[in-house]
T-cell receptor, first 118, second 113 residues
Framework: ETGVTQTPRHLVMGMTNKKSLKCEQH?????MYWYKQSAKKPLELMFV???????ENNSVPSRFSPECPNSSHLFLHLHTLQPEDSALYLC?????????????????FGEGSRLTVL | AQSVTQLGSHVSVSEGALVLLRCNYS??????LFWYVQYPNQGLQLLLK??????LVKGINGFEAEFKKSETSFHLTKPSAHMSDAAEYFC???????????FGAGTRLTVKP
């Protein structure tokens, strides 16, 4: 198994559909992230979970709903999306810590889920 | 707040030429700095990282970067470009004990034969 796996790789949905993106990490990390990558824009941090608790929510619209049932799995539930939500959604994980010897927290990314909203 | 600026959204070099991708950061405290590469239809892959040890950092695929505090820069270089280096490159900054990694807008590298 590769380090971070995302499914599905491609998703096409209508504005009234409900779908979910799934991410699984096999690295034993304690933090997971959702990023949005749109054309000609920097990566946007959407959500961060550390030790399964949400610690960051960068004013993401409520039509995006994250779920982190355990440290290895992360979901992004989608409903009533808009065409401007079409993008590549990247999941990442890291090993975070505090004090001497803390990890440097580099992110390990999945290959992304390409979402198209019609 | 920390941030990064990548100068040049698109860089084109000939095969065998020097690659130089520029990154400047702003941070109120010494940061951790990273370069990532993204190939088409793939996620981001770590090239190298600076974590306050040696200022010259060597990464994968022959890339290296030098941390210059006086210039707040972390430019990425490779002495000789290869066709397989064509990709998008992202500089990122992260403060110690902070979950918020900020990415630059990216630089697309094209390598001409």
């Amino acid at each position: 198994e590769t380090g971070v796996t995302q499914t599905p790789r491609h998703l096409v949905m209508g504005m009234t559909n409900k779908k979910s993106l799934k991410c699984e990490q096999h690295l034993g990390h304690n933090a997971m992230y959702w990023y949005k990558q749109s054309a000609k824009k920097p990566l946007e941090l959407m959500f961060v979970y550390s030790l399964e608790e949400r610690v960051e929510n960068n004013s993401v619209p409520s039509r995006f709903s994250p779920e982190c049932p355990n440290s290895s799995h992360l979901f992004l539930h989608l409903h009533t999306l808009q065409p401007e939500d079409s993008a590549l959604y990247l999941c990442a994980s890291s090993q975070d810590g505090y004090g001497a010897g803390a990890h440097t927290g580099e992110l390990f990314f999945g290959e992304g889920s390409r979402l198209t909203v019609l | 707040a920390q941030s990064v600026t990548q100068l040049g959204s698109h860089v084109s070099v000939s095969e065998g030429a020097l690659v130089l991708l520029r990154c400047n950061y702003s941070s109120s405290v010494p940061p951790y700095l990273f370069w990532y590469v993204q190939y088409p239809n793939q996620g981001l892959q770590l090239l190298l990282k600076y974590t306050s040890a040696a200022t010259l950092v060597k990464g994968i695929n022959g890339f290296e970067a030098e941390f210059k505090k006086s210039e707040t820069s972390f430019h990425l270089t490779k002495p000789s470009a290869h066709m397989s280096d064509a990709a998008e490159y992202f500089c990122a900054v992260r403060k110690y004990n902070n979950n918020d990694m900020r990415f630059g807008a990216g630089t697309r590298l094209t390598v001409k034969p």
